[in-house]
């Protein structure tokens, strides 16, 4: 059994999920290699969402009878979890969603129909990158669309990093938003926060980050990122799809428009208009996602309980291992950074001429989950001249062993292929 530094008790860990145990195709152990797009869930997670349903559910906030109180309880109390997991100044700047694409969409919207000096028109810019999830995208494309703002973006190198070296004429005084990935979902690059973060800044603009990537590996500090909002998602971090987050600074969620009405979010309501009630509430209208948050919250025990820390030294001893093991495979390209110090966990590639379909099809029938596509960054793809790649990405419970798997695979895939 390979040995690497800094790795965490997968043995013990991987009891905690039971979907790790199964067999597929017969006689194949599951090796999951799929966590950038959805990582698996601990039993901790998955006895929380059952204990809800089983004992406490009821609709939140208003009701007077036990049920919703224990329900609100449980709901605001996944909240205050959550504002302690990425240290926000307050429990009230912690916006639940459904997912990430929902917290870009609703800062995007807002900004649409602001007022000054946040409103983004016709005389304004709106700036993202190249290496974008397609979620950060296509909001901004319809905002630029409705209002007549121009979007700009940066560019990526030949490695896989942002091109920054005309950032002062990418952000300049038109900018009203810069909206970029933390860590990208396609090429593991972890990008200079700092100095475009201190550009933005410097014109006034907004900052909001896509931490999808970010905040399942990682310490996540929305203090210390120093944006304006950062999005993330429940799924990717060991809880239940239909949970997202957005962070926003307090003063901003007050001063910013609600992007859906309904109940909840109001204050006073009358035929003639309304009023809207303070944030966060003021941002989640109707039934929120009661029992996604108690398993939010679950998974950010769990996370909490192993150490955010740790889990980081973990994925970084994996990662490092499997692209150095990648990197010993014929006609294998990496795509992004072949380094492991400035990487996140996921590694895209390409095979030959084999098509990444075909890639994992193979790999499929070994028992080994991998992602193949464009992994919604399309651009990423066109940049690079390649139809799609092989996405292998790992996380808490991956082990070296998963990475010999893969790199075995990958050798059945060349000799099935010729």
Same mark, same amino acid.
């Given at each position: 059994?390979?040995?690497?530094?800094?790795?965490?008790?997968?043995?013990?860990?991987?009891?905690?999920?039971?979907?790790?145990?199964?067999?597929?195709?017969? @006689?194949?152990?599951?090796?999951?290699?799929?966590?950038?797009?959805?990582?698996?869930?601990?039993?901790?997670?998955? @006895?929380?969402?059952?204990?809800?349903?089983?004992?406490?559910?009821?609709? /939140?906030?208003?009701?007077?009878?036990?049920?919703?109180?224990?329900?609100?309880?449980?709901?605001?109390?996944?909240?205050?979890?959550?504002?302690?997991?990425?240290?926000?100044?307050?429990?009230?700047?912690?916006?639940?969603?459904?997912?990430?694409?929902?917290?870009?969409?609703?800062?995007?919207?807002?900004?649409?129909?602001?007022?000054?000096?946040?409103?983004?028109?016709?005389?304004?810019?709106?700036?993202?990158?190249?290496?974008?999830?397609?979620?950060?995208? /296509?909001?901004?494309?319809?905002?630029?669309?409705?209002?007549?703002?121009?979007?700009?973006?940066?560019?990526?190198?030949?490695?896989?990093?942002? @091109?920054?070296?005309?950032?002062?004429?990418?952000?300049?005084?038109?900018?009203?938003? /810069?909206?970029?990935?933390?860590?990208?979902?396609?090429?593991?690059?972890?990008?200079?926060?700092?100095?475009?973060?201190?550009?933005?800044?410097?014109?006034?603009?907004?900052?909001?980050?896509?931490?999808?990537?970010?905040?399942?590996?990682?310490?996540?500090?929305?203090?210390?990122?120093?944006? @304006?909002?950062?999005?993330?998602?429940?799924?990717?971090?060991?809880?239940?799809?239909?949970?997202?987050?957005?962070?926003?600074?307090?003063?901003?969620?007050?001063?910013?428009?609600?992007?859906?009405?309904?109940?909840?979010?109001?204050?006073?309501?009358?035929?003639?208009?309304?009023?809207?009630?303070?944030?966060?509430?003021?941002?989640?209208?109707?039934?929120?996602?009661?029992?996604?948050?108690?398993?939010?919250?679950?998974?950010?025990?769990?996370?909490?309980?192993?150490?955010?820390?740790?889990?980081?030294?973990?994925?970084?001893?994996?990662?490092?291992?499997?692209?150095?093991?990648?990197?010993?495979?014929?006609?294998?390209?990496?795509?992004?950074?072949?380094?492991?110090?400035?990487?996140?966990?996921?590694?895209?590639?390409?095979?030959?001429?084999?098509?990444?379909?075909?890639?994992?099809?193979?790999?499929?029938?070994?028992?080994?989950?991998?992602? /193949?596509?464009?992994?919604c960054a399309r651009p990423v793809c066109l940049r690079y001249g390649i139809p799609a790649t092989t996405r292998a990405s790992f996380y808490l419970y991956s082990t070296p062993g998963e990475v010999d798997a893969l790199i075995d695979g990958l050798e059945h895939v060349r000799q099935f292929f010729g």
């Amino acid at each position: 059994m390979t040995q690497l530094p800094g790795l965490l008790d997968t043995e013990a860990i991987r009891k905690d999920f039971p979907i790790l145990d199964r067999v597929i195709h017969g @006689d194949k152990k599951l090796v999951y290699l799929d966590s950038a797009a959805s990582s698996q869930k601990p039993r901790q997670v998955i @006895d929380a969402l059952s204990e809800y349903y089983e004992r406490h559910h009821a609709n /939140v906030h208003r009701g007077i009878h036990v049920l919703a109180d224990e329900a609100t309880a449980l709901y605001e109390g996944a909240r205050d979890k959550v504002a302690a997991f990425i240290n926000a100044p307050s429990r009230d700047e912690v916006i639940f969603t459904k997912n990430a694409s929902e917290s870009l969409n609703l800062v995007a919207n807002m900004l649409g129909w602001a007022d000054e000096p946040y409103r983004v028109d016709r005389d304004t810019e709106i700036v993202i990158t190249e290496m974008e999830h397609h979620s950060n995208i /296509v909001p901004w494309q319809l905002l630029a669309q409705r209002t007549g703002a121009k979007l700009k973006w940066f560019g990526l190198t030949d490695d896989g990093r942002l @091109d920054l070296s005309h950032i002062e004429e990418v952000i300049t005084e038109k900018t009203k938003i /810069v909206s970029f990935v933390l860590v990208s979902n396609i090429l593991g690059t972890v990008n200079p926060v700092e100095a475009i973060v201190r550009r933005a800044q410097d014109v006034g603009a907004l900052v909001l980050i896509d931490a999808s990537q970010a905040a399942p590996h990682a310490p996540l500090d929305v203090q210390a990122l120093g944006a @304006d909002f950062v999005a993330f998602t429940g799924h990717k971090m060991c809880g239940p799809t239909g949970i997202g987050v957005l962070w926003g600074r307090q003063e901003l969620l007050e001063d910013l428009p609600p992007f859906l009405g309904g109940g909840e979010m109001i204050e006073t309501v009358s035929m003639n208009s309304s009023t809207y009630a303070p944030a966060p509430h003021k941002f989640e209208a109707g039934t929120p996602p009661i029992a996604q948050a108690v398993g939010l919250g679950a998974a950010v025990d769990y996370l909490n309980a192993i150490g955010m820390e740790k889990i980081a030294a973990h994925e970084h001893a994996i990662t490092e291992y499997a692209v150095r093991r990648l990197q010993e495979v014929p006609d294998l390209r990496i795509i992004g950074p072949v380094s492991a110090e400035d990487r996140g966990a996921a590694i895209s590639f390409t095979l030959g001429d084999i098509h990444p379909h075909d890639v994992g099809q193979v790999l499929d029938e070994q028992g080994i989950a991998v992602r /193949v596509g464009h992994h919604c960054a399309r651009p990423v793809c066109l940049r690079y001249g390649i139809p799609a790649t092989t996405r292998a990405s790992f996380y808490l419970y991956s082990t070296p062993g998963e990475v010999d798997a893969l790199i075995d695979g990958l050798e059945h895939v060349r000799q099935f292929f010729g």
